[in-house]
């Protein structure tokens, strides 16, 4: 008798400890190693398969569905879902999750390490000493920038965001500024320890800024060479958000001719690739898209995935609402629309 399960396929090696029990719900399809699969071949994997759990590397689009006929949900291990089109997806009735919350803390850690340790540079002070450089103790040597009572400024205030704020704000005595969309609420300003300031003030007055900011056509190249004109030259700039908001060309040219103090970078516009003229400084600290690398966050994460994944597919029964869709309403409406409610395989 044919296995009526569903048939789910895993696009690269997450945490066995979440995947692998799922194979007594659904037909498992998973990946041995961390592959970078080509867009033809995203589409060959989608077909004949009902749902998906993805990273960032895969990017799905309009062509990647062509003959994902059966597929019901895409379920994208991160918060962010650049490399999703949402539209794409719900006009084909497919639902899509992200994992917002359970990265949260985790990575609001890995934006204020990079602060830090690109503001008292810490990397580059390691390799000097690993090059033999340390010859006696120096008054001049490795100064940097002060944290503690700088001014913090945070580009997006969502929930990393607030997370940074907190840090700034309550642990090391920053003033803290944000620029966003929408003004938070009073309280929430107050609890974060937060003052609200237009996007030029933010950058004039920062002596760190940090970019949390979701990456869309408006945020491309947002922090480009005016807006790093309208910095300090003393100040640090650290991005955990998406490479694509800042021109990268713009910020080392910066860096190297002192009209930036220091970066440091956690993500980058053509990762895994980082451009030569970044690699070749040593005031930026860089790192590979590690924000959320905790062992105990990404289970989360992966878990969250799996959750969202199930209430889909509704392998318990009927199909329940998952804890953190991006498109429920979009996605079941073209469902209805098309008479295709279920997307029953």
Known sequence: MADARPVVWVSQP???????????QVELITTDAVTAWTPDQLAERLAGVDGAIITLNERIGVAQL????????????????????VDALSAAGILASNTPDVLTETTADMGFALLMAAARRITES????????WGQWSFQTMLGADIHGSTLGILGMGRIGQGIARRGAHGFGMRVLYHNRSRLPAATEADVGAQYAELDDL???SDHLVLVLPYTAASHHLIDATALAKMKPTAT???IARGGIVDELALADALAHGRLAA???????GEPQVRPELLALRNV????HIGSASLGTRKAMVQLAADNLLAALGVAGEATRMPSAINADAALAARAASGDKSKKR
């Open 14 to 24: 997450l945490i066995d400890a979440v995947i692998e029990p799922l194979r007594a």
């Open 203 to 205: 950058l004039a007055q």
């Open 285 to 288: 600290v860089l790192t590979p």
């Open 126 to 133: 390691e390799r000097w000493l690993r090059d033999g450089q």
């Open 66 to 85: 062509a003959d994902a006929d059966r597929l019901q949900v895409i379920a994208n291990v991160g918060v962010g879902y650049n490399n999703l089109d």
């Open 263 to 269: 970066a440091g970078l956690d993500v980058y516009e």
């Open 237 to 239: 700039l650290v991005n």
